[in-house]
């Protein structure tokens, strides 16, 4: 009894000896994963700094959200944010977030603001330029006064800045400044003294004199011819039965048809404007602001050029029953009648004049290339091949230009003869009416083909300059 005791109590003793050397024997536990690390490597292109978590590479755990805050220099701001930005939250936003779920570089972008600077002569040859701070497109810092000189040159004027002018402080000096708030772009507009010119409306002829009066030939049935009162204008238009003029105070003038409520020729109460067209039945007036007024038909609504779209304008043209706005940027808004595509030029870039036919319309590009739209039922916009242009004007349903080298080129309907105009050289300005066109000449003198059954070519003893 006693003997199997003791061999009881061994046995217990040697299996907890094996169960305590089992459970001795059992592996340690894995250790945790090391979380992924990944690098932040962030920089900016001056102008500003990046103020957290700074400039240089950084580590950190997968998943991390990384604050980010951008700080530009007094006087410039943030841009946005660059390269590997897929996890930034807002790559507009100075301050934002970046989820760290691979090793990105960033960049923060700052700047000022641009102020781009350009001139044009509206058809006019080499009138003018601005010398300070020169043409193209400067950056300045927030509330930088720049200061701005146009130089007219000889034989011409300076004759206002258009565009982006609200801050400008004098927008009919040649010398003055502009205030950088904002990105802006202006242009400065030259022309010859008194603008000497030629108009051509559907059945009449306007010609502006070097000393700011004006004569006229062709139908005057409506009175729109009566301009023989006229001094001190310095530009001219004319629609199919009357005829605008601008003083060179920003004042306009007008006479002609005026009926059944139409009111193409209320302008008596218009300021400050530096450009006038004529469409068939309303006007058009470009205000030294970059503003355009309109009064007269506007069934198409060729006269709702109020709209905020409408600001910034260098250069207007009138059709038959829409109304053409060059921006100082190139490009070009269009209202009115629409039925033929003559406003379709949303597209369009680069642009440094536009002219508006019946139907149609024209855009003269910065290379010298050409583009049209709207009817071309005449191929009056087979313009593709032209180049070297300085120069383009709209008929009825033809379309002239005015080359380098001074001589035209022209396509569209013919059946007056208007567009024979291969043979004229030594042009400086064209202006194309219902079936007729007018050449003036360095000379003054002026030059006609086309329709004449009102006399509206009888232009042979005029001297403009």
Request: charged share 10%; with cysteine; glycine share 14%.
């Amino acid at each position: 009894m006693y003997m199997r005791i003791i061999s009881i109590f061994l046995i217990s003793l040697t299996t907890a000896a094996l169960i305590a050397g089992i459970v001795g024997c059992a592996p340690a536990p894995a250790p945790a994963p090391t979380p992924t690390q990944y690098n932040l490597t962030i920089s900016s292109t001056g102008l500003g700094s990046v103020t957290t978590p700074g400039a240089g590479t950084f580590h950190y755990e997968e998943g991390t959200v990384v604050n980010l805050v951008a700080t530009p220099d007094p006087g410039y701001r943030f841009v946005n944010w660059t390269d590997k930005i897929g996890t930034i939250a807002n790559v507009n936003a100075a301050s934002t977030t970046i989820t760290m779920n691979g090793t990105y570089s960033i960049t923060a972008n700052f700047k000022g603001y641009d102020l781009t600077i350009s001139s044009t002569t509206e058809g006019w040859l080499l009138c003018g330029n601005v010398t300070t701070p020169g043409e193209g497109t400067f950056i300045y810092s927030s509330e930088t006064v720049v200061d701005l000189v146009a130089q007219a040159e000889e034989g011409c004027q300076f004759v206002g800045w258009t565009g982006d002018v609200g801050t400008i402080a004098d927008v009919n000096a040649a010398t003055t400044t502009i205030t950088m708030d904002g990105d802006y772009s202006i242009r400065a507009n030259f022309g010859p003294y008194a603008s000497p010119m030629v108009a051509a409306g559907a059945y009449h002829t306007v010609g502006l004199e070097s000393d700011g009066t004006v004569v006229a030939v062709g139908s005057n049935y409506y009175g729109q011819c009566n301009v023989t009162s006229w001094t001190n204008i310095v530009h001219v238009a004319a629609g199919v039965f009357h005829t605008v003029g601008l003083r060179a105070d920003g004042t306009v003038v007008a006479v002609g048809w005026n009926a059944h409520g139409q009111g193409q020729c209320n302008v008596a109460g218009w300021t400050n404007i530096v450009q006038v067209a004529a469409g068939a039945f309303h006007t058009v007036g470009l205000r030294a602001d970059g503003t355009v007024v309109a009064v007269g038909d506007n069934t198409g609504g060729q006269c709702n050029v109020g709209s905020r779209s409408w600001t910034g304008i260098i250069q207007v043209a009138a059709g038959a029953s829409n109304t053409m706005g060059l921006r100082a940027d190139g490009t070009v808004v269009a209202v009115g009648w629409n039925a033929y595509g003559q406003c379709n030029v949303a597209g369009w870039a680069n642009i440094v004049q536009v002219a508006a036919g019946s139907w149609h319309t024209v855009g003269l590009k910065s290379d010298g290339t050409v583009v049209a739209v709207g009817d071309n039922i005449y191929g009056q916009c087979n313009v593709a091949g032209w180049s070297a242009i300085l120069q383009v004007a709209a008929g009825y349903f033809y379309t002239v230009g005015l080359k380098a080298g001074t001589t035209l080129v022209a396509v569209g309907d013919n059946p007056q003869g208007q567009c024979n105009v291969g043979g004229w050289t030594n042009i400086i300005r064209v202006a194309t009416g219902g079936r007729h066109t007018m050449g003036l000449k360095p000379d003054g003198t002026v030059v006609a083909v086309g329709w004449n059954d009102d006399g509206q070519c009888n232009v042979a003893d005029w001297h403009l300059f």
